[in-house]
């Protein structure tokens, strides 16, 4: 599903403060899959997450999504592609928090210029339902728990059924119980759903709960700790 060759990015390229956040990445990762990229704060773990979500671009290399080459895609197909294939779990939950559940859950079907109203209640709720939070569809984000929220951020994430899904330190914020409440649904949404996903974590625990581990360091992808 994902195949990155020789990735690097650089932030303010060819001044004196440059950054090189990533260095020649290579990176394939299979349909259904559940990676864990392991790194400490700054070691390129979310600038790799943001090229593979298509929210940033790599200064060098080739970047396939299910086989099409996108290194080079302009900017409004990187987005319909983010909008149509790929669905963001964030640390801080990144939800409305003067806003019910069920909005903020239909929020990305706005942007939909195909589904009615009425047909975006329907799959949010058909979203709800299943992450065990349909009791809580009228209720405030504000009002919520660390947990009710992020299973509320990865049912938004998944409204729209992309095939990809990447999160952000999406337990760090939790408790041990509710951490593995969440990779419970992550689990099951790479097993039964077939979905690929993509953790980021400083946790060794969470980290080994995924099929496999990768660890980043200045911005070096290796399959061993360094």
Excluded: W
Aim: proline share 2%; with cysteine; aromatic share 4%.
């Amino acid at each position: 599903m994902i195949v990155l060759k020789n990735i690097s990015k650089t932030y303010n390229e060819g001044s004196a403060d440059a950054v090189h956040a990533l260095k020649n990445v290579d990176l394939t990762v299979n349909d259904g899959e559940m990676l864990a990229v392991m790194g400490v704060s700054g070691s390129g773990k979310s600038t790799l997450l943001h090229i593979i979500g298509c929210l940033d671009r790599a200064s060098s290399g080739e970047y396939e999504l299910d086989g099409e080459n996108i290194s080079k895609a302009y900017m409004d197909k990187l987005n319909r592609l983010r909008n149509e294939k790929i669905g963001f779990v964030l640390q801080d939950y990144g939800l409305i928090e003067d806003k019910t559940v069920l909005e903020n859950v239909m929020f990305p079907l706005a942007f939909s210029k195909y589904v009615s109203y009425k047909e975006m209640k329907t799959r949010a709720r058909n979203t709800l339902s299943p992450l065990g939070i349909a009791d809580l569809e009228k209720k405030r984000v504000s009002r919520l728990s660390g947990g009710q929220k992020q299973r509320t951020a990865i049912a938004r994430a998944i409204v729209n059924d992309p095939s990809l899904i990447l999160a952000d330190e999406p337990t760090a914020a939790l408790d041990r119980h509710t951490a593995d409440e969440i990779m419970s649904v992550f689990t099951s949404l790479s097993k039964s759903k077939k979905r690929t996903v993509i953790i980021v974590t400083h946790d060794k625990r969470i980290a080994d709960m995924c099929d496999r581990t990768l660890y980043i360091s200045d911005g070096v992808l290796t399959e061993n700790e360094s």
